[in-house]
């Protein structure tokens, strides 16, 4: 089945077409880097969708400004379902975010435009929300200028990104469901402790200053915001310490 990636160049979009192809799948990228330019029109998208039959929406824009990511994820949303509906695509697949209904900063109201897109559209859809990756971390410090490391403080359930999209994979090769259950990973960490075990893995040394963000986004960061409403649904295995002696080297548990 050829199934198209939206974003398919991106961090979890990468180990999609891996986990696609591995899975007997053909995989088709739609990237800018690939001739397809999501926002412009769509610009050469009819032509790559052709004969496909699923869609994964992982595609991202880089912004924590709702005036960026609202436009974003409403063009690239009625752009994928448009031509894939004159491609007779059958599912639909976004990857999502836990919490964004409840933790309102201006990103995740561009998420949650994007499921309201995808609802509202004439294909059948499957949204699943899943929890921070480990490597959002690893984002989180190489965006901050040093010596510092400012750090809001959030509760999360972290998730391998790998594990992500193998669920993502599962999910676009069986009937559409609406809502997914929500994917998170196998244990709840403080964002700051993180940081700091990733510099200790790297042998680095920065001052970490922990922020509570204000507001009641703030607030929903630092409670259970952005953790599974429910004890209920699939779970990742890997732990962070597990990810970081993977990708980073030798790390001491804290």
Excluded: C
């Excluded at 309102?104 to 859809?125: A, I």
């Excluded at 630092?222 to 990708?247: I, V, Y």
């Amino acid at each position: 089945m050829r199934v198209a990636v939206a974003g398919g160049t991106g961090m979890v979009g990468r180990y999609v077409v891996e986990e696609l192809a591995a899975a007997g799948q053909e995989p088709v990228v739609l990237a800018r880097s690939r001739g397809v330019d999501l926002l412009s029109g769509g610009a050469g998208l009819d032509e790559a969708m052709e004969g496909v039959e699923a869609v994964v929406d992982v595609s991202n824009v880089e912004t924590m400004s709702a005036k960026k990511a609202v436009p974003f994820f409403d063009t690239v949303g009625h752009n994928l379902l448009d031509a894939g509906a004159r491609a007779g695509v059958r599912h639909h697949v976004v990857l999502s975010i836990v919490g964004i209904d409840r933790v309102g900063h201006g990103y995740y109201q561009g998420k949650m435009r994007q499921e309201d897109v995808v609802k509202e559209g004439p294909t059948p859809w499957t949204v699943l929300r899943a929890t921070q990756f480990h490597e959002f971390v690893e984002q989180i410090l190489d965006r901050m200028p040093k010596p510092l490391a400012v750090v809001p403080r959030m509760r999360t359930q972290p998730i391998a990104a790998r594990e992500v999209a193998q669920h993502l994979v599962k999910l676009t090769l069986a009937p559409a469901q609406g809502m997914a259950p929500e994917l998170a990973g196998p244990r709840v960490e403080q964002l700051v402790d993180m940081v700091r075990r990733l510099l200790r893995a790297r042998h680095q040394r920065r001052l970490v200053l922990p922020v509570r963000l204000p507001g009641p986004a703030g607030a929903a960061m630092a409670g259970d915001g952005q953790l599974p409403e429910s004890g209920q649904g699939p779970r990742g295995s890997q732990t962070f310490d597990e990810w970081l002696a993977e990708h980073v080297g030798k790390t001491t548990t804290p």
